[in-house]
């Protein structure tokens, strides 16, 4: 009788997990039932569910076919890239003509584990793996990158697996997600940005306690803002997922709270009682977002404005996200917030797709990712 009791319980624990890992991710694999191409390009005469600034138009760059593009990154000769996580893939998209629309597809990279992070630096590409970050020779007249260098090494995998990486002042600055929803890290280098020299050396811990900051960009005034995913598990309304302002200049370790606190200093209920953190030496966030509204692309448009991505909710039992906002920006502060390109959640609750990073090209156009309808959009002039 213990032996089949003992049975039942693996066998119900292996259940929830289950139960867990499919309500977290099929959601990203399965496409959208209805097909968003439809209504692209968008203009003044379609009729959809989109609203988008005026002037402006939305129209579809490249269509990926069923792999989920991410992060978006242009070489020194505008052509295109993004990275392929799930399929392990760094990709260029050509537009041969300059018409907005890409033609073909060149694959550069592949059999990566899980690549995310791209950025370009003369003649070097480099990739933010999970486990890892590499820099290639790259040939922009040929788009191939070669001779693959290990810059160093990260703590692979976790609840969060993504790396991104930004290159600031000739520096490279790289974040790495929590390896869980809620806990106490064991390695230094998860739930932070790092900062090393272009050549990987000298890496350190620059900011810490950011449980996913999946994006981050750089300021006119040379500030870091980056999104942060707030936890799972404390009901629709908590806790706010954030804005946060980073100084990459920074000799000391600034700690923004995680896992001990989240918001404008508020302790984690799992945290009660402990003396740890009292989250008053931690950074405010710039600004809160509704929870679970999974913040991620984040860039600064030609007024000094901040445009954000908010990739959608799972852990809610309202929808909330599934758009793109403007923050209004004055003096490294956010001023106030609206909705700038709304319409992938329709009003019956279905989710026709889910903005992923943001880019603008030399000429201010707009490009979107989009890692379920499997989309790159152009919002043109």
């Not at 929590?178 to 990987?200: F, P, Q, T, W, Y």
């Not at 700690?255 to 209920?269: A, F, L, M, R, T």
């Not at 929808?319 to 319409?343: C, M, P, Q």
Request: with cysteine.
């Amino acid at each position: 009788m213990k032996r089949v009791i003992g049975l039942l319980l693996v066998l119900a624990a292996l259940g929830g997990i289950g139960f867990y890992v499919l309500k977290k991710y099929l959601p990203n694999l399965v496409p959208p039932s209805k097909n968003i191409k439809q209504y692209l390009p968008l203009n003044s005469d379609t009729q959809s569910p989109f609203t988008l600034p005026t002037t402006k138009t939305l129209s579809v760059y490249f269509d990926l076919k069923g792999e989920m593009p991410r992060v978006l990154a242009f070489d020194n000769k505008g052509i295109l890239f993004t990275s392929l996580t799930s399929s392990g893939k760094v990709v260029a998209l050509i537009d041969e003509n300059g018409d907005l629309v890409a033609d073909r597809k060149i694959e550069v990279l592949r059999d990566l584990n899980r690549p995310h992070g791209l950025v370009f630096d003369d003649r070097y590409l480099y990739v933010a793996e999970s486990n890892r970050v590499v820099r290639y020779n790259y040939d922009s007249d040929t788009n191939a990158a070669t001779a693959g260098k290990i810059l160093f090494n990260l703590p692979n995998g976790g609840r969060h697996f993504t790396r991104t990486i930004k290159i600031i002042n000739s520096k490279l600055y790289t974040s790495v997600g929590s390896s869980c929803d809620v806990c106490v890290e064991k390695n230094d280098l998860r739930a932070a940005i790092l900062v090393s020299n272009l050549d990987g050396s000298d890496l350190r811990v620059l900011a810490k306690g950011l449980r996913n900051t999946v994006f981050f960009t750089v300021s006119p005034t040379g500030k870091i803002w980056g999104t942060e995913m707030g936890r799972d598990f404390l009901g629709d309304d908590l806790p706010p997922d954030e804005v946060n302002i980073i100084d990459p200049e920074s000799t000391a370790v600034s700690d923004y709270g995680w896992p001990y606190c989240y918001g404008n200093g508020v302790k984690d209920i799992k945290f009660v009682g402990n003396t740890t953190s009292s989250c008053a030496e931690n950074v405010a966030p710039a600004f809160n977002l509704p929870a679970h509204s999974a913040p991620l692309g984040i860039t600064f448009d030609n007024s000094g404005n901040l445009l954000v991505s908010m990739h959608g909710s799972w852990n809610s039992s309202a929808k909330v996200g599934y758009k793109i906002v403007k923050l209004n920006i004055f003096a490294d502060s956010v001023t106030g917030s609206e909705d700038y390109l709304t319409g992938f959640l329709e009003t019956n609750g279905e989710v026709l797709g889910r903005p992923v990073d943001l880019i603008f090209d030399r000429s201010d156009n707009l490009f979107i990712s989009d890692d379920k309808s499997g989309l790159i959009y152009v919002l043109a002039k």
